[in-house]
């Protein structure tokens, strides 16, 4: 069965350093998504992507996060300068419709130092 | 905005008991709903969804949910427990907009006693 994937497994970073998160969601969908969880707390969405261009994005999802599906396979999620609270475990998912379910990759884990 | 509330922050139960994990959802419109599970350092498996149509719905491992537009609920249950079932649940509620994005509840971490 496809399935989403998603590289590192786990990400330490030293703050202010840049990080890429990297994110390849089943070979037909269309519709690409990035949330993430901080330690014992909920699943949180950051941005939704379709058609090359962001749909819709959380205010958490400021000037220091982008996205982008640089060739048919791979959608990243790159934090220019982190920060501490931005450990957390970074979720991709993806779907072909928006009435689909949405299959979610195992997540990247990052830890800020 | 929507939103989706998990009452119950953690649940015991004894293996071969019954359960019931209670979500409440806020939306104008009829939502789509979604129960995930999340085993520790795993990611998110859908477990059941809700999209219009039969208000109960099975998903897999056994489980089930039915949705209550009247209570704005859509509970989980399972008539018997195993072991493995012991994970946190969480519920989620997407619109049909461009963005599509899921809401999560808070979750519900469920332990299970031998």
């Known amino acids: 069965e496809p399935e989403v994937t998603q590289t590192p497994s786990h990400q330490v970073t030293q703050m202010g350093q840049e990080v890429i998160l990297r994110c390849v969601p089943i070979?037909?969908?269309?519709?690409f998504y990035w949330y993430r969880q901080i330690l014992g707390q909920k699943v949180e969405f950051l941005v939704s992507?379709?058609?090359?261009?962001?749909?819709?994005k959380s205010e958490i999802f400021d000037d220091q996060f982008s996205v982008e599906r640089p060739d048919g396979s791979n959608f990243t999620l790159k934090i220019r300068s982190t920060k501490l609270e931005d450990s957390a475990m970074y979720f991709c998912?993806?779907?072909?419709?928006?009435?689909?379910?949405?299959?979610f990759g195992p997540g990247t884990r990052l830890t800020v130092l | 905005a929507q939103s989706v509330t998990q009452p119950d922050i953690h649940i015991t139960v004894s293996e071969g008991a019954s359960l019931e994990l209670r979500c409440n959802y806020s939306?104008?419109?009829?939502?789509?709903l979604f129960w995930y599970v999340q085993s520790p350092g795993q990611g998110l498996q859908l477990l059941l969804k809700?999209?219009?149509?039969?208000?109960l719905v099975q998903g897999i491992k056994g489980f089930e949910a039915e949705f209550k537009r009247s209570q704005s609920s859509f509970n989980l249950r399972k008539p018997s427990v195993h072991w493995s079932d012991a994970a946190e649940y969480f519920c989620?509620?997407?619109?049909?907009?461009?963005?599509?994005?899921?809401?999560f509840g808070g979750g519900t971490r469920l332990m299970v006693k031998p």
């Open positions: 998912a993806s779907h072909l419709r928006p009435t689909d379910t949405q299959y």
């Open positions: 070979s037909n969908h269309l519709y």
């Open positions: 992507f379709y058609n090359n261009e962001i749909s819709e």
């Open positions: 939306y104008g419109a009829t939502p789509y």
């Open positions: 809700y999209f219009s149509g039969d208000t």
């Open positions: 989620a509620v997407a619109t049909n907009n461009a963005g599509n994005m899921l809401t």
